[in-house]
């Protein structure tokens, strides 16, 4: 118990995962406070997904451990997986929506088929989760006929309508443009605070992460390099948090370079 | 070369072993699934009405053939008064329970894969588990049980539009009695053909439904095809695999039966 004694919510100690003998994850070590908004960066590649899905129990990690609420997760043992399950929820990339049930549909699913509520009772809760939202008006449109920003504040509605301690975010602003990144985030940290949820995001998006999180943690070689406050992430001298946080600027000098003729090395390939 | 042949064997035998445990696993799911009623009625609705079509014309020419070939070859022997018997356990033994269920298959088990391919693409499925919802009891349960119902509804109407098509062709078009066509029929037909009729349309529907909902829920395992593609291979390995699967257990069960 000494993990929620301290108010961590979520502790991850030497977390390993590989995939055909290619190790991803070295032993990733990191901890989530109660009521916090944790984010893991990383360049793309980095295993951030993986780490997430191995967390979350989608996969099955080769080493370590994960504790939730002070208790160690086997995610092989139904009732402790099904216990996990109903305090947290997964907002996915993709946002995971079924595209043949209207909006109050798949807000209703998880209350329909994980809770004995009435059916009234279940409409009530999706109609307010959908207001919370502000997509009340968007009830009866199927995730096809939203926009975008439409659809990933209607998986949120989903992911809360269960009332979870934590969120779990996989790359919320994949292929946004800027502007939607920061709508992304603005939500997620707007709603973060209206419900209370614990939220853990992992994104390569350092300028938005550093505006909204309480604490940012960089995924580096399979392992956390660093995790620490935005102001301190903003301010650390270490070699791998510098070049991830300045690479806007070291664009700018390479394409500066590129056009004083300098002959520019390919590191897409490393 | 024994090596890959003894691998390839394991492999197989480890997949039916997987169907198995899946077809299992789905229908012991009826028991903790919520609201199945509503849900299996919904694929009853999409699985009866989508096919009925297609069934009722496969139907209707397939008793049209069997009543002209019936009637050309019992001619020799001077027996058309038998073309009903020979038209009607034609299509109750054997004919209607085959071919309702390949078309039933090419119909509702493709796109059954496909749907459940695309689901498992776009990460809708692993959603429904961390939700806390058992993904088989969601989606492949409401289809088994569905299957249960349907297969043995349009295989009795296949058999009915059979035995017209059967009665148009050899009574109108080439002179057999309708009395005698259809005395014939009410002779030849035995409760054990229609046992047997109703133990292979119901074998066929858990068989064929299982192995589609199975290749479209594990599309994403697929080794060499991802994304559209592996869908794709999903779908045509389910409309293949059903359709010999038709065929066997066809063969197993007449063994048994006759």
Known sequence: MEAAASGNLLVVEDLRKGFDGRPVLRGVNFAVRRGSLFTVLGPSGAGKSVLLKCVAGIEDPDGGSVQFDGRPLDFRDRDLRAAFRRRCSFLFQGNALFDSLTALQNVALPLEQTTALARGEIRARARQALAQLELEEHAGHFPGQLSGGMQKRLALARAIVTRPEMVFFDEPTAGLDPLRRNAVFAMIAKYQRRFGFTAVIVTHDVVEALAVSSVVALLHQGRICFAGPPEKFAASGHPVVQSFRDSPDALRATIAAVRRGADIPDTLEE | ?258
């Open chain 2, 1 to 258: 070369m024994v090596r890959s042949l003894g691998n390839y064997t394991l492999s197989k035998v480890r997949g039916l072993g997987d169907f198995a445990l899946f077809l299992a696993r789905s229908l012991a799911a009826a028991g903790a699934t919520r609201r199945l009623p509503g849900r299996v009625a919904r694929a009853v609705h999409e699985q009866g009405l989508r096919c009925l079509p297609v069934i009722l014309i496969v139907g209707t020419f397939t008793g049209l053939v069997l009543g002209l070939q019936g009637y050309y070859v019992l001619n020799r022997f001077g027996s058309e008064g038998l073309l009903g018997a020979l038209v009607s356990l034609s299509l109750v033994r054997e004919m209607a329970p085959v071919l309702a269920a390949l078309m039933l298959v090419g119909q509702a088990g493709s796109a059954l894969a496909a749907e459940l391919g695309i689901q498992r693409n776009s990460e809708q499925i692993v959603a429904l588990e961390t939700m806390g919802i058992d993904s088989r009891g969601y989606l492949v349960t409401p289809r088994l049980l569905s299957a249960l119902f349907v297969f043995p509804a349009q295989t009795a109407l296949f058999v009915a539009v059979g035995l017209w098509g059967g009665s148009l062709s050899g009574s109108l078009l080439l002179g057999v009695d309708p009395g005698v066509y259809w005395s014939s029929v009410h002779r030849a037909v035995e409760g054990a053909d229609v046992r047997e009729c109703l133990i292979k349309a119901v074998t066929f529907g858990l068989l064929t439904t299982g192995l589609c909902a199975y290749q479209g829920f594990h599309a994403h395992r697929h080794r060499r095809a991802t994304g559209a593609r592996a869908v794709s291979a999903a779908t045509t390995k389910a409309v293949v695999l059903s359709s010999i699967a038709v065929l066997a257990a066809d063969y197993v069960i007449t063994s048994f039966l006759v």
